[in-house]
């Protein structure tokens, strides 16, 4: 709603804001806890932290390797995301029901918040990727979540949550950068690093699955709105 502000600090604790006042509402101490074999007295990094659409939990991404899901109002951990795999990325679905993993080692997995149960693995989504990246870089439900959006290095892969079947994919020569949907979820811009790149951002139309545009310039995405370095771009769907 706008009146709170998450921060995770290299000082072990991750604090909860109130806007107007200034005040802390809780500060969490960023333990992985006994699940993932660590001390729970070493230091620690939260590397995102994200409310749930209806802002009753938070998830963080904790030294990389676990995930915690939080109370969002007391900082009570409720549950803990264990893999042996380094945490790339998570996102919650609409519902907030479920969260999606990216790791490390080309797989993403979708847990149960409230259970903490994996509910689904999905391993190298992409046809073919160049090797020595980061696995999956990100993870994203589609605004309707109707499909998951899966990114690595150099490709992305989209799956139908309906049928729970890959429904398209693709390849790019530049690593990307920039990965949104449009707020109806019948598109999906996807922009790429490099000045080189002359297509550098692209349009998936969601409905035909085929690129509606190609676009030179680059794409920066903050809090849903995405542009085109150095200025801003609208697109008529």
């Not at 899901?69 to 029901?97: C, M, P, W, Y």
């Not at 545009?213 to 903050?222: H, V």
């Amino acid at each position: 709603d706008g009146t709170k502000l998450l921060t995770g600090h290299r000082t072990n604790y991750l604090k909860l804001w109130d806007i107007e006042s200034g005040s802390v509402i809780f500060r969490s101490r960023l333990s992985t806890g006994a699940k993932s074999g660590r001390d729970k007295n070493s230091g620690f990094d939260c590397q995102r932290a994200i409310f749930s659409p209806d802002e009753n939990v938070i998830a963080t991404i904790v030294d990389g390797r676990a995930a915690r899901i939080l109370d969002a109002r007391t900082g009570k951990l409720l549950q803990e995301l264990v893999h042996d795999d380094v945490v790339n990325d998570l996102n919650f679905s609409s519902d907030g029901r479920r969260i999606v993993i990216a790791y490390q080692g080309d797989a993403a997995i979708v847990w149960d918040t409230r259970t903490g149960e994996k509910l689904k693995t999905y391993e190298k989504p992409f046809h073919s990727d160049y090797s020595g990246h980061p696995g999956i870089t990100k993870a994203l439900y589609s605004p309707d979540d109707s499909k998951l959006l899966l990114v690595g290095h150099y490709g992305i892969g989209l799956i139908d949550l309906s049928t729970d079947e890959e429904w398209g994919n693709s390849l790019f020569e530049m690593p990307i950068e920039h990965t949104i949907f449009s707020q109806d979820s019948n598109y999906l811009i996807i922009s790429h690093q490099s000045v080189f790149d002359s297509e550098g951002t692209h349009v998936w139309d969601l409905k035909s699955g085929k690129f509606a545009s190609r676009n030179a310039g680059y794409l920066q995405s903050k809090n849903g709105i995405a542009g085109k370095r150095p200025y801003l771009a609208l697109w008529d769907e």
